[in-house]
Structures are given as structure tokens and as C-alpha cells.
């Protein structure tokens, strides 16, 4: 897939979140996120920040937090956050169809919005129908891929396998279901894993 192709989807993902996210009270606002000790509020604002974050301005922070990168995203989440939801809502809205990255390749910040769109959706009870196309790509980078999360790592010498969808990859104990529980429990979501099934899930969970 092109990176243009893959802006197409990055954009529909982010004005999917964004209409999910329309009419949350304040309290919903305020829900822990699967970002351990992030808000649902505070990952659209981190969110916000890598759309508007570009390799110049990375490095700038990353020199500015005397390369802690956790403390960047800090950092840069505190200026998008906004003095209020609304606000926060409304500046990720105005990044929606931003082309601006870190440097990071373009497949990695669909990853961004997907599984930091499901930290968010998850808690809040939303579902979403990802287009398994969508879904797919994601998982083939991730299974590959340990450059912004430990994916490949985790999931080495076991055989995953879609149950709604054509991805499968890998060989050893089986981790069967669908494409997104595998993209997320690849990503170390845990809440995950109980969606999954086969005799690597145990491995999978000791990860």
C-alpha cells in the first residue's frame, strides 16, 4: 500500500474517533484509557500531538527532555490537551486530515490512531466496525515490527491466525481470533487476550 493510501485510511480512522467521541459527558472524559495512568482525554490530546509533531520539532523535544522520550510525550500531550474536553476534542478534529509525522514510518501512525483509538474506545464501551483491509495492513506491520512498541518480539515463535480475516503469521502454538484482538494484544493490551484462544495464549499472556 502506498503511503498515500495509507494517509486515506489514517484520516478515516481519525474522523471515526472524532465522531465516537461527540457527545461524551465530562465524567466520560475523565475515564482511565488502556494507557496506564492516561485519561480517555489525555491519549486524544497525545494523539493530536504525534499529527502535528514533525521530525524537526521530535528531535527538538527529544534534546529539550535530555532523551527521555516518555517525558516528550508528556510534554507535547500537556499542549494539545486544552483547557477543556471541547477543546481537546476540537484540536484533534483540526488535525484529522494533517499529514504531518515524527519520524516514523507512515503504517506505524495508523497504528497510533487504531490501537490508541481502541485505549480509548474500550473503557468507554464504544465499539467500532475497522475495515478488516484496515485492520489487516496493521497487523502485518506490527508482527514485523518492533520500532515504536515491542510487537515482534512478543509474539516470536507463535503462530497467530485470524479468525475474520486473512491474516496468519508465524509457526509454533496457535493464537487464534480476531484481527483486531490480535493487533492489540500484539501491542500488549492484556484485556485482549481472554478474545483469544489456542495453546500460545498462555505464552502470549506471560509476555
Not at 5 to 13: N, P, R, S, T, V
Not at 86 to 110: D, H, I, N
Not at 140 to 147: A, I, K, L
Request: proline content about 4%; glycine content about 10%.
Amino acid at each position: 500500500m502506498t503511503d498515500s493510501g495509507l494517509w486515506a485510511l489514517i484520516h478515516a480512522e481519525r474522523a471515526a474517533l472524532a465522531a465516537d467521541l461527540a457527545t461524551l459527558t465530562d465524567g466520560q472524559w475523565a475515564t482511565p484509557s488502556l494507557c496506564q495512568g492516561l485519561t480517555v482525554r489525555e491519549v486524544l490530546a497525545h494523539l493530536t500531538a504525534a499529527a502535528r509533531l514533525n521530525a524537526v520539532r521530535w528531535l527538538a523535544g527529544v534534546v529539550r527532555c535530555r532523551f527521555d522520550f516518555d517525558r516528550q510525550v508528556v510534554m507535547r500531550l500537556a499542549e494539545q490537551l486544552g483547557a477543556s474536553p471541547a477543546e481537546t476534542l476540537e484540536r484533534f478534529r483540526g488535525a484529522v486530515t494533517s499529514r504531518t509525522k515524527p519520524p516514523l514510518p507512515v503504517v506505524a501512525m495508523l497504528g497510533e490512531t487504531v490501537v490508541h483509538g481502541e485505549d480509548i474506545r474500550r473503557p468507554l464501551g464504544i465499539r467500532r466496525d475497522y475495515p478488516i483491509a484496515t485492520l489487516t495492513r496493521l497487523a502485518e506491520y506490527y508482527v514485523g515490527s518492533d520500532q515504536v512498541v515491542l510487537a515482534k518480539g512478543r509474539v516470536r515463535g507463535l503462530r497467530l491466525a485470524a479468525d475474520d480475516g486473512p491474516f496468519a503469521r508465524g509457526s509454533g502454538p496457535s493464537v487464534t481470533g480476531s484481527t483486531l484482538a490480535l493487533t492489540m494484544a500484539m501491542t500488549g493490551r492484556g484485556s485482549y487476550h481472554d478474545e483469544l484462544s489456542g495453546d500460545g495464549v498462555a505464552i502470549l499472556r506471560g509476555r
